[in-house]
């Protein structure tokens, strides 16, 4: 069965959502392991840098996997 639109944008946001909180949760344990201290603040605009990443990423990835695929049907 083929996904809906709406569904795929459902499942990248939720994605995208949970990654973002991982992210912040993640280096709030793992900085300090480092003796980096940042507020809660750097550690948002951090996350956030990364999530634009990932977002690119992923995009970037699909696109790439749907011309092999296509290329694949000819």
């Known amino acids: 069965m083929k996904q809906s639109r709406i569904m795929s944008m459902v499942e ?15 280096q ?3 900085f300090p392991w480092f003796g980096i201290e940042t507020g809660l603040a750097e550690h948002l605009s951090i996350g956030l840098a990364f999530v634009g990443v990932s977002l690119v990423r992923g995009y970037l990835l699909r696109r790439l996997f749907e011309a092999i695929r296509m290329h694949g049907r000819q």
């Open 12 to 26: 990248a946001a939720a994605n995208v959502a949970i990654g973002y909180v991982l992210a912040i949760a993640t």
């Open 28 to 30: 709030i344990v793992v």
